[in-house]
C-alpha cells in the first residue's frame, strides 16, 4: 500500500471520530440545557397523582429557612416559601395570643410540617389557606374542605365558658369538621365539678388529644373570671396575627396602634 493511500485512510477515520465526538457533545449540550431550563411554575401531567415526571425530577430542591419553634411556625415557613420577612414573627405572636385566649399550650403540637399545616386548616379554612398560599407561589392540594371557625367562639368553647352564642355541639357546621371540641368542652366542664386532687393525666380524653391541636385543660392553673368579657378588639388582632397570607397580614407597628392597644401604656 502507498503511503499517500495510507495517509488518506487515517484522516478519514479521525475525520468521522471527531464528527461523532463532536455530535455526541452537542446532544449532551441539548440535553443538559433543556432539561436545566425547565421553569420551575410549569405544571406537568403527573401533578396531583402517583407519578414523578421528567419535568418534576429536574427541578431543583426547594431551600428556604425553616427557623422556629414547632407549632408557632407560619404557613409559609411549613410550605418552604423562600421570601420570608419578619411576617413570620408575627404569626408566633399571634399563636401565643391564641393560647392565651383559648387557654391552651400548646395549642397546635405536630410532628411534621404536613400535620400543623393540616391542624392550621382546621382553625382559618382550607380554601383560605390554598388562597393564601397561591400568594407566595405555593400549590396547596387537599382532600377535604374544611370551614374557617369564628375565634371567638372557638376560644370560649375552650374555656368552657356558656355564652349567648351558638353552641358548637355536633349538630352545627363547626364542630361537623371538628367533633373534639365537644368533647373537650365537656371534660373541661366536669373537671370544673370535680375536686382539685382528680388526677388529669388518666384521663382518655386527655390523651386522644395530646397531639393535637390545643392542649389539656387545667382545672388548678386556669382562671375563668373576667374571660366571658373579653373584647372584640382582641379576637380582632387575633384575626390580624394568624392572617394567612404574610403580605396582609398586620405588622408590628401597626398592631402597636390597634384599638385593643388604646387605654394600654407600652
Known amino acids: 500500500m502507498k503511503q499517500s493511500k495510507t495517509v488518506d485512510v487515517l484522516s478519514r477515520k479521525l475525520a468521522a471520530k471527531k464528527k461523532a465526538v463532536s455530535t455526541k457533545v452537542m446532544n449532551s449540550g441539548v440535553m443538559k440545557k433543556s432539561t436545566s431550563s425547565c421553569p420551575a411554575n ?3 401531567d403527573c401533578y396531583a397523582t402517583d407519578k414523578v415526571c421528567s419535568i418534576c425530577l429536574s427541578r431543583r430542591q426547594q431551600v428556604a429557612p425553616r427557623a422556629g419553634t414547632p ?3 407560619a404557613p409559609e415557613v411549613l410550605t418552604k416559601c423562600p421570601d420570608q420577612t419578619t411576617a413570620i414573627d408575627m404569626w408566633s405572636a399571634g399563636v401565643i395570643f391564641l393560647s392565651l385566649l383559648s387557654g391552651r399550650y400548646p395549642f397546635y403540637k405536630a410532628s411534621d410540617d404536613l400535620t400543623a399545616l393540616a391542624q392550621i386548616m382546621t382553625i382559618r379554612g382550607s380554601r383560605e389557606t390554598i388562597q393564601a398560599a397561591k400568594t407566595f407561589g405555593k400549590s396547596i392540594l387537599c382532600s377535604k374542605e374544611v370551614p374557617a371557625q369564628d375565634l371567638r367562639k372557638l376560644c370560649e368553647k375552650l374555656r368552657g365558658i356558656e355564652t349567648n352564642a351558638p353552641k358548637l355541639t355536633g349538630d352545627t357546621q363547626g364542630s361537623a369538621h371538628d367533633p373534639t371540641v365537644s ?3 365537656d371534660h373541661k366542664a366536669s373537671h370544673l365539678k370535680q375536686a382539685p386532687q382528680a388526677p388529669h393525666s388518666g384521663n382518655s380524653v386527655c ?15 386556669t382562671n375563668l373570671e373576667g374571660w366571658d368579657k373579653v373584647p372584640d378588639e382582641a379576637y380582632d388582632l387575633l384575626d390580624k396575627l394568624l392572617d394567612l397570607n404574610p403580605a396582609s397580614r398586620i405588622t408590628a407597628e401597626e398592631a402597636l396602634l390597634h384599638p385593643f392597644f388604646k387605654d394600654t401604656s407600652l
Open 42 to 44: 410549569q405544571t406537568c
Open 71 to 73: 407549632g408557632f411556625r
Open 207 to 221: 390523651k386522644a388529644h395530646r397531639n393535637g391541636c390545643g392542649g389539656c385543660f387545667d382545672a388548678n392553673t
Open 183 to 185: 368533647e373537650k368542652t
